[in-house]
């Protein structure tokens, strides 16, 4: 059944067109070339800016672009903000978009929810730089009644659908959490085992069942001996998807890691 907040109005954009980033196959890919996306969030922003904060923004970007970083993970109150500056700069922007697990215990709540992100995904369409949409609803494991899973899940299928057939290049992820999938340590053996905790079952259904076009999860408090065990299973959890891991905390030799 249609839905109002589905009807989303363009919004044009001012600024120069940037190349697409689109998925192939495990890969991003961009302009037919791999595109390797090396991203990083913007702490210290949020709001409005003055003219002196604006071209401080610009040189902090500028910077980050010299520095090999390609995308920028902002928040949904940073992104009308930077996502024009980054396009100057020439950076790509990942639009994250929380959703509070706790409010969704009724179908108008869960419907109220979606169509807020519904709502900010019609607002930024037009700007070039925006790659796509990080939705951040933390089902693994999350107390959400099962009753409202099945109705969470066909409105996140609706937004994903209208994503991608009305806002054209952009794409759309659901956020997980490695704490919670609890695969940091314990390699494949331990992988298999948590993948049959029914919440784990529930958030693998709705994440597979989105058409999510890469899996995105934030791997936190790991150690670099763990790390090879890790990110074999998160890419078995991917799948045919590409899959991009966001380090949630600044660790010792955390950098080497990433690397």
């Not at 919670?180 to 529930?202: C, M, N, P, W």
Request: glycine share 6%; proline share 3%.
């Amino acid at each position: 059944m249609a839905r109002d907040w589905l009807t989303i109005p363009y919004v044009s954009s001012i600024f120069a067109a940037q190349a697409a980033v689109r998925v192939h196959g495990k890969f991003l890919s961009r302009d037919g070339g791999k595109f390797l996306l090396k991203a990083m969030r913007l702490p210290g922003i949020d709001g409005l800016l003055d003219l002196t904060e604006k071209l401080a923004l610009c040189r902090r970007l500028d910077e980050l672009a010299g520095a090999n970083v390609n995308t920028l993970i902002l928040s949904e109150s940073q992104a009308e903000t930077v996502l024009g500056v980054a396009g100057q700069a020439g950076l790509y922007a990942m639009v994250e978009i929380a959703i509070d697990p706790r409010e969704l215990t009724s179908a108008s709540e869960i419907h109220n929810a979606v169509a807020r992100v519904a709502q900010t995904a019609g607002i930024l369409r037009g700007y070039p730089a925006l790659v796509g949409f990080l939705i951040d609803c933390p089902i693994d494991g999350s107390a959400i009644p099962s009753s409202a899973i099945e109705v969470l899940h066909k409105e996140l299928a609706a937004l994903a659908r209208t994503i991608h057939e009305n806002h054209g290049n952009q794409l759309i992820a659901l956020k997980r959490h490695a704490d919670a999938l609890a695969i940091a340590t314990g390699g494949a053996e331990h992988f298999r085992e948590i993948s049959d905790d029914v919440s784990q079952k529930v958030a693998q259904k709705i994440s597979s069942d989105l058409c999510t076009d890469l899996t995105y999860v934030n791997l936190a408090r790991i150690d670099a001996a763990d790390l090879a065990c890790a990110i074999a299973a998160l890419h078995r959890l991917a799948a045919a998807h590409p899959l991009v891991v966001e380090f949630g905390e600044e660790r010792p030799g955390q950098a080497e890691m990433v690397a």
